[in-house]
């Protein structure tokens, strides 16, 4: 028999298919397409881009246990700096962002210098990591994802 290795994500959403595919829970009742959750929300966005958790976790420098959380529990809520390097790891647009984050209780405020950076470099499609760092320790002194936040 061939011995099949699996990485910590694949393992939680083969353990989390269950709970998302049981008996009145899932992505089709109305219920839930009114009041799509940050959770769902994220990982409906990760898949219409094609693109793989463990990637992004590991392009934004964002814990795994993260990404296995909000898979795992639906009532799980990153703090915003996360939800930002999310939403900005899936290259969202404005507007796209703004909505992932109301969903977690967050916004962007052109008034506060963290988010006027964070809106700057999305509105103008600059996706860079670094550079995004560069600029917010220059004007406020912390990065997006700084240690204690993750």
């Known amino acids: 028999m061939d011995t099949i290795e699996l990485d910590y994500l694949q393992i939680a ?15 089709s009742t109305p219920y839930n397409a009114v009041k799509e959750t940050f959770n769902r929300a994220f990982f409906r966005m990760l898949d219409e881009r094609a693109m ?30 996360t939800a930002c390097a999310l939403a ?20 962007l405020s052109p008034v506060i210098p963290f988010d006027k950076v964070i809106i ?10 670094f550079n995004l760092n560069e600029t917010l320790f220059e004007q406020t002194g912390s990065t997006l994802l700084e240690l204690k936040n993750r």
Do not use: P, W
Request: glycine share 6%; proline share 0%; with cysteine.
């Open 120 to 129: 700057e470099f999305i509105s103008n499609e600059n996706y860079d990591i």
């Open 13 to 27: 959403e083969i353990l989390c298919q269950t709970k998302y595919n049981g008996v009145g829970e899932g992505f």
């Open 52 to 81: 793989r958790a463990s990637v992004l976790a590991n392009r934004m420098d964002i814990s795994r246990q993260i990404i296995s959380r909000l898979r795992c529990a639906d009532n799980y809520i990153v703090n915003k700096r």
């Open 88 to 107: 900005f790891g899936l290259q969202l647009t404005l507007d796209e962002t703004n909505d992932l984050l109301h969903k977690a209780g967050y916004h």
